[in-house]
């Protein structure tokens, strides 16, 4: 008998961990599908989960998954990020472009009715004013940015011609233990907890009053929840609302738990941090769900510092 199982592709990874840990926690027979399983962060997880050890740029894998389950959903996390997708971004189209397109392939092919996608806001482009709606102009600024807004389009078109309840969350900067300090867009803000639990010194290499929204990766994964779980939403793309912080007020509040943190701030020339929100006005009016974060920075800051010094993600 095929059991019936929600797919997470990506799901040893920063997000794909917390998020399979709380489908586990709701009774779901959890399958990852990831291109190295052993990464898994949660590892009270990692008996309850089925790992499957694959890359979604080839078809026949993710075909072959799918004759053994019956999914009712697939949440598409498997994405190379920044600065691999700018070094590299041959592959990342293999990964990001061809393997949506493949996870889509899977969808309409097997029936699964669901197919939920993180996105990203930097598809709006840097300096620009917030807040947006869902339907404001778009200006990838990086290889990772444009491939996320190639992947919408992709959706929606399969969505409009198959029936596919393709839905994709734009959210702004996701923090939370298991996040890989070196990786995605705007890395300071992880960075500077990280360092300052390891008991080291961190130079910011932005202004103090640099700002950028930010979300609790808890209510990130609440909200791939709830946008699964919303009847009555036939291919959709949602804004999602973080809180905006400056890196001095992350580093006041990171002082606060931390008292001995030594953090310092040395503008790079350069440096270019997205500073975009998006709007939900939409969903306020709607009323289908809750697609913003929750948390506030001080609980933000003492989740994340007392999980990780437990090393419990």
Wanted: proline content about 6%; overall charge neutral; glycine content about 6%.
């Amino acid at each position: 008998m095929i059991k019936m199982a929600i797919l997470i592709t990506g799901g040893a990874g920063f997000l794909g961990s917390h998020l399979a840990k709380r489908l586990i926690d709701a009774q779901k027979e959890v399958v990852i599908f990831d291109k190295n399983p052993k990464k898994l962060h949660l590892k009270e997880a990692s008996e309850k989960v089925t790992l499957i050890k694959g890359d979604v740029a080839n078809l026949r894998a993710l075909e072959k998954v799918c004759e053994d389950y019956q999914f009712e959903a697939v949440f598409h996390l498997a994405a190379l990020l920044p600065p691999n997708t700018e070094e590299d971004p041959y592959k990342a189209f293999k990964v990001n472009v061809e393997g949506t397109l493949n996870i889509l392939t899977i969808a309409e092919k097997y029936n699964i009715k669901n197919v939920i996608y993180p996105s990203s806001a930097t598809v709006f482009g840097p300096d620009r004013t917030p807040p947006f709606t869902e339907e404001d102009l778009r200006d990838p600024w990086t290889f990772y940015s444009s491939y996320k807004i190639c992947t919408e389009i992709i959706g929606s078109i399969y969505s409009k011609k198959f029936q596919l309840n393709f839905r994709a969350v734009r959210f702004p900067v996701v923090v939370g233990p298991g996040r890989n300090p070196f990786l995605g867009i705007t890395k300071y803000p992880t960075q500077m907890i990280e360092e300052a639990v390891k008991g080291k010194p961190y130079v910011a290499e932005v202004a103090p009053d640099t700002r950028v929204p930010i979300i609790f990766v808890d209510d990130a994964v609440q909200i791939l929840i709830n946008l699964w779980r919303s009847k009555d939403i036939q291919f959709e793309i949602v804004n999602v609302d973080g809180i905006w912080v400056t890196a001095q007020e992350i580093a006041e509040g990171i002082k606060k738990i931390i008292p001995t943190a030594e953090i310092t701030f040395k503008p790079a020339e350069n440096e270019h941090v997205q500073q975009i929100l998006s709007g939900v006005q939409k969903h306020k009016q709607e009323g289908v769900a809750t697609f913003r974060g929750e948390r506030m920075l001080e609980e933000i800051l003492n989740e994340y510092i007392s999980r990780r010094k437990e090393e419990k993600f």
